[in-house]
């Protein structure tokens, strides 16, 4: 899936290391450009995902692009975190020092050539070593589960090593002064409106566009998990601490709870649309079948069905932008599968042509 944050977990395990010689923000925006060309790839159809960007050549030239563009949005950045850290009486995480060209460095190499390690460990249609070789020697090494896992893993660890280094490192007059925080609830001089609404609206509007328009757009549930999985690991710990050693969270409660509620309302709509992809896919399959008894050979494609034996493709899912069908016949054998909604580009829902069912497979 384009733009997965999994990548991250390598920079976050080695940002407590490299302290102020690694960005993280420049290794962020290089998984983005990395994963332009199979996003394109995705909205497109294309049977090749993961081409030339995805190279050792290729990504030393995005390498050098990100490094053009990211110290203006570092900076951006940063003084968006500033602002809300001390906002929080958090002043041991401010970011004083400006991004150094260093930084940027690494965190554009170091992301753009760890993205095509990890995704050679995963994807076959990845050909790192081209135009020298047309091998990938990484692929299969580990699973893709195991990839995830250990991602993730390394992206939690190295967040908790980074806070509590800034934490011990924290000078007395950054430790804050301590009072009594501010209820949840509403209090006598705000209505309900300005503390859930007016005071929280980036809140909502960016928890709109992260979890409910993937959702409604592509059917995907890989940036709600995520953001669920922040606002869990992140989120709740910060708001925690900072009720603790802080004046008081203020709005961090409230916004805490839209980033908890969004993304499982958004998880459960995903959920709800991925149990009707089997039999919403039903007049495929009974398409395929019949062809087969008509002519005693599966088509080589979906679309010699239409018109006689599918009067056109059905609505797989309840989202603006359809999924891909895959079908293929190998040696008389047909294959045919869908993309899972709950396990996006990595879950598929396969079709068993002997038992007449639907596997999903993760």
Request: aromatic content about 10%.
């Amino acid at each position: 899936m384009p733009f997965t944050p999994f990548h991250m977990g390598a920079a976050l395990i080695v940002k407590p290391a490299l302290t102020r010689n690694f960005s993280v923000i420049t290794f962020g925006i290089a998984q983005v450009a990395m994963d332009i060309e199979p996003g394109i790839g995705m909205f497109t159809g294309a049977e090749v995902l993961h081409g030339p960007t995805h190279t050792i050549l290729g990504a030393l030239v995005i390498a050098y692009l990100v490094m053009l563009i990211a110290p203006s949005i570092c900076s951006y950045l940063q003084m968006k975190w500033n602002k809300e850290v001390i906002h929080y009486n958090l002043l041991w995480l401010v970011q004083s020092e400006a991004v150094t060209k260093t930084a940027v460095i690494i965190g554009a190499f170091f992301g753009t050539l760890s993205h095509v390690a990890l995704d050679s460990l995963m994807h076959h249609d990845i050909q790192p070593l081209l135009p020298f070789s047309q091998g990938n020697p990484l692929m299969g090494l580990i699973t893709h589960d195991e990839v995830y896992q250990l991602c993730g893993a390394a992206g939690v660890l190295g967040a908790i090593a980074w806070v509590a280094i800034k934490f011990f490192r924290r000078s007395p007059q950054d430790a804050g002064v301590s009072v009594a925080p501010e209820p949840m609830g509403v209090d006598t001089h705000k209505g309900t409106f300005v503390l859930w609404v007016k005071e929280l609206r980036f809140t909502w509007f960016w928890m709109f566009v992260l979890t409910v328009m993937p959702s409604v757009l592509y059917g995907s549930s890989i940036f709600s998990r995520t953001v669920l999985m922040a606002a869990v690991v992140i989120g709740i710990p910060s708001v925690a601490i900072a009720r603790l050693i802080a004046k008081g969270t203020k709005n961090g409660l409230r916004r805490l709870a839209v980033m908890l509620l969004m993304p499982l309302m958004a998880l459960t709509y995903v959920s709800q649309v991925d149990q009707q992809i089997p039999e919403n896919a039903t007049p495929i399959t009974i398409a395929l079948e019949s062809f087969r008894l008509e002519t005693g050979n599966y088509p080589d494609t979906l679309e010699t069905l239409i018109p006689k034996h599918l009067a056109k493709m059905p609505v797989l899912r309840f989202s603006i932008e359809q999924p891909h069908v895959t079908y293929r016949v190998t040696n008389g054998k047909p294959y045919l599968s869908l993309p899972s909604a709950m396990g996006d580009m990595f879950a598929i829902f396969e079709y068993n042509f002997e038992t007449k069912v639907w596997i999903q497979y993760f």
